[in-house]
């Protein structure tokens, strides 16, 4: 998959531009606060048709703007089609289209455009809460299977009304959505135990091939047997208690953690800076393996100061990691062009208050 064109108008910091996209991909170069990072959400936007700061639509629209307006022309194999989305009008809708027409759900339309993005908060994947490892299983899952952001879907909207049931104090309430959080929760809980299971042996190879020479490991965190829908009513009973005088739901993948470690200890304990950062860069490039394997196509690598804080031979190892597929388009930022591994040759522009040159 590559991305061949992007419009983007009244985005962030960005001066309005149109402008085709090599197909190896850029090194965007600029002084901090320019907009080099805005330009990478600008195309990874349409993936999830979200921020991937988190950020709502009325903060990613440039200050006292109107709205926004994005478009990427998506090629892959035989085919090259527009995904665009626009906010904007009073009530600031989002209209987005693919191929010109109207997507009546976000849902449907979600991973039409693939691309895998690295921002230097990720290095949370390693030392962060567990809810950055969840919402990294959570987005890369989704994006493989549909059917996988169906259930988690309807996991969240059971577990949502079943909270409110217990903060009401309506136990008997709260148990009417037990069964679809067994249906629902079993199924999200199984697809992560799979792939922590086939991604087990990558994670170790990528880390190796980018230069860590301890022993590491990946594993599940949570509950596994409720990836069997029968373990779900015991589980729910033993905690009913607990779950009314708290009004919360106690077990349920989402208090679920992906564990990582490092000669047997958590990564987070043990790790030093560059450890912690390579440890986010292998789940970054197992995520993109993963979407290949699933979707068939290559995602669009988005990298931004990836190479920050790695010794040379980190950053010179995942140089040419980076460049070992030959169709994978990568777009990645510095400060400076001496800020990139020698080894690393890509097309050159440059971003400066917000206006990008080649």
């Not at 993936?47 to 629209?61: C, I, N, T, Y």
């Not at 199924?187 to 299971?197: E, K």
């Not at 470690?261 to 043990?270: D, S």
Request: charged share 25%; net charge positive.
């Amino acid at each position: 998959m590559r991305l061949e064109r992007l419009v983007a108008r009244g985005f962030r910091n960005l001066a309005d531009l149109d402008c085709e996209l090599p197909p190896e991909g850029v090194a965007l170069l600029g002084a901090n606060g320019q907009g080099k990072t805005n330009l990478l959400e600008a195309l990874y936007y349409p993936v999830l048709f979200r921020s991937f700061r988190g950020a709502p639509d009325q903060v990613v629209g440039c200050f006292g703007g109107a709205g926004f307006h994005l478009e990427v022309q998506v090629g892959c194999a035989e085919r090259s089609e527009p995904v665009a989305v626009t906010y904007s009008g009073p009530l600031r809708k989002k209209r987005i289209t693919v191929g010109g027409v109207d997507a009546e759900r976000v849902a449907d339309v979600v991973g039409r455009c693939l691309a895998v993005a690295f921002l230097p908060v990720d290095v949370g994947l390693g030392v962060g809460p567990a809810s950055e490892r969840r919402h990294y299983l959570d987005r890369l899952l989704s994006l493989a299977a549909p059917r996988y952001l169906r259930a988690l879907s309807r996991f969240r909207a059971a577990l949502g009304q079943r909270n409110s049931a217990l903060r009401q104090g309506r136990p008997e309430l709260a148990r009417a959505f037990d069964g679809v959080l067994q249906e629902a929760g079993s199924a999200v809980v199984g697809a992560r135990i799979a792939w922590i299971r086939e991604a087990r042996d990558a994670f170790r190879a990528e880390l190796a091939c980018l230069g860590e020479a301890e022993p590491v490991s990946l594993s599940y965190a949570g509950s596994v047997e409720l990836a069997d829908p029968a373990a779900w009513a015991d589980a729910l009973e033993r905690v009913e208690e607990r779950d009314a005088s708290r009004g919360a739901t106690s077990v349920g993948p989402h208090r679920d953690d992906l564990l990582l470690e490092l000669g047997g200890r958590p990564l987070r304990e043990v790790g030093s800076t560059g450890q912690q950062r390579t440890a986010a860069v292998a789940l970054k490039l197992l995520e993109l393996a993963s979407l290949r394997a699933a979707r068939g196509t290559e995602p669009v690598l988005l990298l931004d100061d990836v190479f920050a804080e790695l010794d040379r031979d980190r950053q010179d190892r995942l140089a040419r990691r980076l460049s070992e597929a030959p169709d994978r388009q990568v777009f990645v930022t510095a400060p400076r062009r001496d800020e990139l591994p020698p080894v690393l040759r890509s097309t050159l522009w440059n971003v400066q208050r917000g206006r990008v040159t080649r």
